[in-house]
């Protein structure tokens, strides 16, 4: 299995920085696309930005141009720049992956979804 840590959130003005962090461990070589979530209490889950295997990234229009994702294969870690934060950036932000049968190393390996437990970002106006 993988098991996922988040951490880098914080309490920031809005105009301010933030870099999240998520590290991945365990069978890494077995993961597919890994993505920030983030969530307000009582709101659904939103997705963020996504970093595919070969590096290709998308994000949510309400970050693009300010949020930077990004990924270090040597660290087993995934990062998320995030500059001018805004108050409505507030939320706690999830690292997600699925992992499955992503080449001969991971035969077998039923497909699941995998969740790290969340970091907390608090932007004040």
């Known amino acids: 299995q993988v098991k996922l840590v988040e951490s880098g959130g914080g309490s920031v003005q809005a105009g301010g920085s933030l870099r999240l962090s998520c590290r991945a461990s365990g069978r890494t070589l077995c993961k597919y696309a890994m993505n920030w979530y983030r969530q307000v209490p009582g709101k659904a889950r939103e997705f963020v930005s996504r970093i595919d295997r070969d590096g290709t990234t998308t994000y949510a229009d309400s970050v693009k141009g300010r949020f930077t994702i990004s990924q270090d294969n040597t660290k087993n870690t995934m990062y998320l720049q995030m500059n001018t934060l805004k108050p409505e950036d507030t939320a706690m932000y999830y690292c997600?992956?699925?992992?499955?049968?992503?080449?001969?190393?991971?035969?077998?390996?039923?497909?699941?979804?995998?969740w790290g437990q969340g970091t907390l970002v608090t932007v004040s106006s």
């Open positions: 997600e992956t699925h992992i499955g049968p992503v080449s001969m190393l991971c035969s077998g390996l039923r497909y699941s979804e995998v």
